[in-house]
């Protein structure tokens, strides 16, 4: 009989350390999209701030509390992550737990190892901390949040987290080739 073990999206690929550079997996626990149904934004916000302590953010923004957070993952969608949500009327649920892959970028230039891959500005003058876009890394669609003056979230498919990672090493090693 074949012996299943449960693995996380990037198992046996990070951590890496580059330079000043580090990439890590983050086990974000229970990740629920929570998408409120047309003219339900205000009140699915409320509710899930009632159950959580924290509403859904605005465009491009997060909101967070203690380990938990509600990220924008697009028009009219958010993405709660570290707490478990009950039922909330006006709001379509999914359980999104097993579907992402998600590692933090770490350090001194993670802003030029980002610039190689994503065609957004993230320099902290403009793409702040709390900051999240929908875009692309390389050929990935991806989600790219500043949890810090240095740090960033990324978010891929849970099937492209080889792929995330070889391309994030390659432009770390690119970056620390430069100093």
Request: glycine residues 10%.
């Given at each position: 009989?074949?012996?299943?073990v449960?693995?996380?999206?990037?198992?046996?690929?990070?951590?890496?350390a580059?330079?000043?550079?580090?990439?890590?997996?983050?086990?974000?626990?229970?990740?629920?999209?929570?998408?409120?149904?047309?003219?339900?934004?205000?009140?699915?916000?409320?509710?899930?701030?009632?159950?959580?302590?924290?509403?859904?953010?605005?465009?491009?923004?997060?909101?967070?509390?203690?380990?938990?957070?509600?990220?924008?993952?697009?028009?009219?969608?958010?993405?709660?992550?570290?707490?478990?949500?009950?039922?909330?009327?006006?709001?379509?649920?999914?359980?999104?737990?097993?579907?992402?892959?998600?590692?933090?970028?770490?350090?001194?230039?993670?802003?030029?190892?980002?610039?190689?891959?994503?065609?957004?500005?993230?320099?902290?003058?403009?793409?702040?901390?709390?900051?999240?876009?929908?875009?692309?890394?390389?050929?990935?669609?991806?989600?790219?949040?500043?949890?810090?003056?240095?740090t960033?979230?990324?978010?891929?498919?849970?099937?492209?987290?080889?792929?995330?990672?070889?391309?994030?090493?390659?432009?770390?090693?690119?970056?620390?080739?430069?100093?």
């Open positions: 009989m074949v012996n299943l449960a693995q996380t999206p990037c198992a046996g690929l990070l951590p890496r580059i330079g000043g550079l580090t990439l890590t997996e983050v086990e974000a626990g229970v990740i629920t999209s929570v998408a409120p149904l047309v003219g339900q934004a205000k009140p699915v916000s409320q509710a899930v701030k009632a159950a959580i302590g924290i509403a859904l953010p605005g465009a491009n923004r997060t909101t967070a509390k203690g380990g938990v957070r509600a990220l924008w993952f697009g028009n009219g969608v958010a993405f709660v992550m570290g707490a478990a949500l009950p039922a909330i009327a006006g709001a379509a649920l999914s359980d999104q737990s097993d579907a992402w892959a998600i590692v933090q970028l770490d350090g001194q230039g993670a802003e030029d190892v980002l610039a190689r891959l994503v065609p957004v500005d993230l320099r902290a003058a403009t793409f702040k901390k709390g900051h999240t876009a929908r875009t692309m890394l390389a050929h990935m669609t991806v989600s790219v949040t500043r949890t810090g003056a240095q960033f979230q990324v978010m891929a498919m849970r099937s492209m987290a080889n792929t995330l990672v070889h391309d994030l090493e390659t432009a770390m090693t690119g970056v620390a080739a430069r100093g």
